[in-house]
């Protein structure tokens, strides 16, 4: 079974390859409250409008949504709380020099839980795509989508 079938997805960012050039993705975990994992598993988060920054040193998620768990009562979180994430020290050197350099964006792709069911985010190396770039993406993929019904149809 490969890793893709084994994890459980809990959000996606669909509109972020549409908005950025993603590089290289790779895989982060994340310091979490046990209130903010139910509220995971539960399903109650969005990162539709989240990034990943360097703060103090290390890398935070920032504006990810997770929303109270109701049941936590006065142990709950503060549902948009900067995250701390997980990362190997190479990967935080690397991912330092291309933020201060290249005016690189760490975009959240995906938040999942890993066949261990320990919550993982997947973070995307993105520079920010031009109205142009978006246009051309889009007539791209609509080509793709007409080659296909062509072919489909030649071969019926």
């Known amino acids: 079974m490969s890793r893709k079938d084994q994890q459980k997805y809990i959000a996606q960012n669909r509109r972020a390859r549409f908005d950025y050039l993603i590089k290289e993705t790779f895989e982060a975990g994340l310091i979490l409250k046990g209130s903010e994992v139910k509220s995971l598993r539960a399903g109650h988060v969005s990162i539709q409008e989240a990034y990943a920054t360097e703060i103090n040193g290390a890398f935070y998620l920032v504006n990810a949504t997770i929303n109270i768990y109701k049941p936590a009562n006065r142990f709950n979180h503060e549902p948009n709380a900067p995250r701390k994430l ?4 190479k990967q935080c050197s690397r991912l330092f020099g291309l933020i201060k350099r290249e005016g690189i964006t760490l975009v959240p792709m995906a938040l999942y839980f890993n066949a261990r069911g320990i919550a993982k985010l997947e973070l995307g190396i993105g520079k920010g795509k031009t109205k142009g770039d978006k246009r051309a993406s889009e007539k791209e993929k609509d080509w793709e989508k007409q ?10």
């Not at 062509?150 to 019926?156: A, C, F, G, P, T």
């Open 86 to 89: 997980l990362l190997h020290k």
């Open 147 to 156: 080659k296909g019904r062509v072919l489909r149809n030649i071969e019926d």
